[in-house]
């Protein structure tokens, strides 16, 4: 079955220096890759934290008092009214590059892991019991093995 273009609206902004991290393409590519066959056209954005910034974020919106890789909030539209805007991820740097290093991964196959994940939750799918888990987890192996990136679960 072959995957349909995505038509992609991004957004990407740097809260933070942008040395060393990837570029607005990379993230469309991703996003692209995770949106393929499952919608026609969305609009999303994406924005890269330092610490400050994930950890108020993650306090305020989730009541976790420490910064943490990847948020999603879905966007949340008026009954009937039918946009393509799924919402806004937000990547915190220096976590997803500690966690690289920790993990011996490299950093661009981390940022795109968290990528898709964040997209996936935007599209309402979740890991919080162990079914969902395992198929979420299935599926980003099968995208982002089509991107040639390694199984993150190895």
Known sequence: MGRRAVQ??????YGLDRAGLPAPQSFRKWAEAALSGRVRRADLAIRLVGER??????RHYRGKDYATNVLSFPAELP????LPILGDIVLCAPVVAREAREHGKPLAA?????????VLHL???DHDDPLEAEAMEQLKREIL??????????
Not at 145 to 154: E, H, K, M, T
């Open 123 to 125: 599209l309402g799918m």
């Open 53 to 58: 910034e994930g950890r108020a974020l993650n």
């Open 8 to 13: 992609l609206d991004l957004g990407v902004s």
């Open 79 to 82: 009954d009937g009214v039918s």
């Open 110 to 118: 981390h940022y795109a892991h968290l990528t898709v994940h964040g």
């Open 145 to 154: 093995a089509g991107l040639g990136i390694a199984d993150p679960y190895l």
